[in-house]
């Protein structure tokens, strides 16, 4: 899954995507390095960030989704978890919804039941702006594993399939180093619940705080967690560095798959 942020304000590479033209371009680019689904965002998650309104959400990102799925059909997944835009998006052009918010009002499930879209559904705890003030577990495992499948319950009580739920352990979201740590080093524990697992590692700051990296040193240490998470038992994983982490990748599941034949 390559990233594609259409905002003036990600972490990692805001304002560099925010034109449609830099935007397809891009996507085009990330589909020739063997992305398999593009995930367009309007709206930084980072933690501090501020909520956009959805109108300008909608306008960021109808236009880069309309551009992609007229000249491709790789899959297009939406970041955010405003219905309305979700509907927009979908109208647009994409087939998935990934929410940081994990689908929990009864609107988003209802409008993705009738949809029949796939969704991602990701823990986090608080919000973005203030998710990384404290964040505080008794056991991190156990606790993301409970609120991903009683999400995924409720998702399929609504109507939507089970087949078209992927749910992600929100690294980086209402997370310290050792929480995401751990959920890395336990990452089975969630894939044997029966869901694909979404990873996203990519560029993210805890690496920067175990190697002392800034964000653009970030390549390697993520390619190592993306190597390490496929390991463990991860379906997808959420890179803005399409080419290497295929690359990284493809390695570990040739290896996986030798192993078992």
Known sequence: MGI????????????????????????????????????????STRPGAE???????????????????????????IDTSKPKVMAAAVAAGACIVNDIHALRTPVARSWAAVAEVGVCLVHMQ??????????HYGDVVREVAE????????CIQAGIAREAIAVDPGLGFGKTLAHNLTLLKELARLAALG?????????????????????DERLYGGLGLAALA????????????????????????AVLQGTEN
């Open 195 to 215: 869901a694909p697992v979404l990873v996203g590692v990519s560029r993210k700051s805890f690496i920067g705080k175990v190697l002392g990296n800034s964000v």
């Open 51 to 77: 909520g956009v309104d959805e109108a300008v959400e909608i306008a960021r990102v109808v236009p880069v989704i309309q551009g992609i799925a007229a000249t491709s059909e790789i899959a297009i997944s």
């Open 126 to 135: 608080g919000e973005p702006r203030t998710m990384q003030h404290d964040p």
């Open 147 to 154: 609120f991903l499948m009683r999400e995924r319950d409720a």
């Open 4 to 43: 594609l942020n259409v905002t003036p304000d990600s972490f990692s590479d805001g304002d560099r995507y925010a034109t449609v033209a830099a935007a397809l371009e891009r996507a085009r680019q990330m589909e020739r390095e063997g992305a398999m689904i593009i995930d367009v965002g309007g709206e």
């Open 230 to 253: 496929v390991a463990n038992g991860a379906r997808i994983i959420r890179t803005h560095d399409v080419a290497a982490t295929r690359d990284a990748i493809g390695m570990v599941s």
